[in-house]
C-alpha cells in the first residue's frame, strides 16, 4: 500500500490550501480514509475522516467548519481543503487509510501570522 500526500507548503492565516492524497495498492473504495496531523511536540490528532461511500464525516472540534473532506474512489484519491487557516493548523498533516491500517509520509502545513 502507497499513500502519497501533496499540497502542503506555507500560507498566510486566512488562507486555504487543498491537500491530496493518492492511494495506490489498496481497494481504495472499501477503505475508510482520513486525514491526522501532529504539530511539534503534540501528539498526532484526528482531523477528518470520511466512511466507505462517502455516507458520513466526522472531523475534529478545532476545524469549526473550515476544512473540508473527500473522496474519490475512481481515481483513489482523497482530498483535505482547508480555509480560514489558523497559525495553530501548522503541523505535519498524514492522510491514514483502512483496511489495511496505512499512512502517508505527511506533508507540511505551515501557517504564518
Known amino acids: 500500500v502507497q499513500l502519497v500526500e501533496s499540497g502542503g507548503g506555507l500560507v498566510q492565516a486566512g488562507g486555504s490550501l487543498r491537500l491530496s492524497c493518492a492511494a495506490s495498492?489498496?481497494?481504495?473504495?472499501?477503505?475508510?480514509v482520513a486525514w491526522y496531523r501532529q504539530a511539534p511536540g503534540k501528539q498526532r490528532e484526528l482531523v477528518a475522516i470520511i466512511s466507505i461511500g462517502s455516507i458520513s464525516t466526522t472531523y475534529g472540534d478545532f476545524v469549526k467548519g473550515r476544512f473540508t473532506i473527500a473522496r474519490d474512489d475512481t481515481n483513489t484519491t482523497m482530498y483535505l481543503q482547508m480555509t480560514n487557516l489558523r497559525p495553530e493548523d501548522t503541523a505535519v498533516y498524514y492522510c491514514?487509510?483502512?483496511?489495511?491500517?496505512?499512512w502517508g509520509q505527511g506533508t507540511q502545513v505551515t501557517v504564518s501570522s
Open positions: 491514514y487509510a483502512f483496511p489495511p491500517v496505512s
Open positions: 495498492g489498496i481497494t481504495f473504495s472499501d477503505a475508510a
